[in-house]
């Protein structure tokens, strides 16, 4: 007889491919500050990537096209602002500047969503799968690739460093260690020391984890 862990891991197998085979929207993000101050918004979804870059490049042109003396006085001139910026109607901007980029995820309609639901919870209703499931993505954590460190850099030229898991067949998810989503095929490996600035929290949340590394060595 089929143990209820392998008929979990059979339907959890099944539904992996549901997500990395349904079509592809693309959700394009505005940004503006750096660290703690830092914001996103979502600006628009669009069905392919190359509509993303366009609407990105639309973005951009509006942005560029702004009067100087808006920006440097944007609290005066936010209606002007919001007027011109039409492709982006939750614009925000501060003296860092706005930057948009895009990122992907599955396109999944009513009835997909319904079958996804469903198998999530024959699989929640197993003994122990959310613990074992759980744990699995823990051990499988990463910070590095090929020997290599994770990095991503992103469109303000900061460098953060990354970790990251295999969290079903196929499916890979890179973060950084100030908790931001690297955009799929953003993340590099590090082949030699970056000149690039780093960013303080990624650095000193890696440093806080080395001690704690060298502490638990060092006990007997």
């Given at each position: 007889m089929q143990s209820r862990t392998a008929e979990s891991q059979q339907i959890a197998e099944q539904t992996a491919p549901v997500l990395s085979e349904a079509?592809?929207?693309?959700?394009?993000?505005?940004?503006?500050?750096?660290?703690?101050?830092?914001?996103?918004?979502?600006?628009?979804?669009?069905?392919?990537?190359?509509?993303?870059?366009?609407?990105?490049?639309?973005?951009?042109?509006?942005?560029?096209?702004?009067?100087?003396?808006?920006?440097?006085?944007?609290?005066?001139?936010?209606?002007?602002?919001?007027?011109?910026?039409?492709?982006?109607?939750?614009?925000?901007?501060?003296?860092?500047?706005?930057?948009?980029?895009?990122?992907?995820?599955?396109?999944?309609?009513?009835?997909?969503?319904?079958?996804l639901l469903a198998s999530a919870r024959e699989v929640q209703s197993c003994p122990g799968v959310s613990e074992t499931s759980s744990a699995a993505i823990k051990s499988n954590v990463f910070s590095a690739?090929?020997?290599?460190?994770?990095?991503?850099?992103?469109?303000?030229?900061?460098?953060h460093i990354c970790e990251g898991a295999d969290v079903h067949r196929g499916v890979r998810l890179i973060w950084t260690l100030c908790e931001r989503d690297v955009p799929a095929g953003k993340a590099w490996k590090l082949d030699k020391p970056s000149m690039h600035e780093v960013c303080l929290i990624c650095l000193k949340r890696s440093n806080e984890r080395a001690a704690l590394a060298s502490a638990r060595e060092v006990q007997p």
């Open positions: 079509p592809r929207a693309y959700v394009i993000i505005g940004t503006t500050g750096e660290y703690s101050d830092r914001t996103e918004w979502q600006v628009a979804v669009v069905s392919s990537e190359d509509a993303a870059k366009r609407y990105i490049e639309a973005l951009d042109q509006q942005y560029q096209q702004m009067p100087p003396h808006w920006q440097d006085r944007r609290w005066e001139y936010d209606d002007e602002i919001k007027a011109h910026m039409s492709l982006d109607p939750s614009f925000e901007c501060d003296y860092t500047g706005t930057s948009y980029f895009y990122c992907e995820c599955p396109s999944l309609s009513d009835a997909r969503i319904a079958d690739i090929d020997g290599k460190p994770i990095r991503f850099t992103d469109k303000l030229g900061l460098v």
